[in-house]
Nanobody, 124 residues
Framework: QVQLVESGGGLVQAGGSLRLSCAASGRTFSRYVMGWFRQAPGKEREFVAALSWSGASTSYADSVKGRFTISRDNAKNTVYLQMNSLKPEDTAVYYC?????????????????WGQGTQVTVSS
């Protein structure tokens, strides 16, 4: 069992930065692929980024490549999402999730555990 709690969301102007954190409980955190997804108002939840258990491999949605960076600290049971050059279209609730299968990182059905989400609002 893994419990996930996101933090770090807020209101920021376009071009600004935010760093999201996701704290995980459970001693098996390091075994999971970790991902970030987001859901904008009126839209379906979509993949943002994911990384391997070691952090050596990453995957990003095209819309955030070059602007967002995912990382993890297994000693702290925490995964991060550094978001730079934010745009109004990045406004959404951001969720972190844990994936025990690890074959299709951008597919929600592979993720076993989800956090409650943190709101990110980017003003123009």
């Amino acid at each position: 069992q893994v419990q996930l709690v996101e933090s770090g969301g807020g209101l920021v102007q376009a071009g600004g930065s935010l760093r999201l954190s996701c704290a995980a409980s459970g001693r098996t955190f390091s075994r999971y692929v970790m991902g970030w997804f987001r859901q904008a108002p009126g839209k379906e939840r979509e993949f943002v980024a994911a990384l391997s258990w070691s952090g050596a491999s990453t995957s990003y949605a095209d819309s955030v490549k070059g602007r967002f960076t995912i990382s993890r600290d297994n000693a702290k049971n925490t995964v991060y999402l550094q978001m730079n050059s934010l745009k109004p279209e990045d406004t959404a609730v951001y969720y972190c999730a844990a994936n025990s299968i690890g074959t299709a990182w951008n597919q929600q059905y592979e993720y076993d555990y989800w956090g409650q989400g943190t709101q990110v609002t980017v003003s123009s």
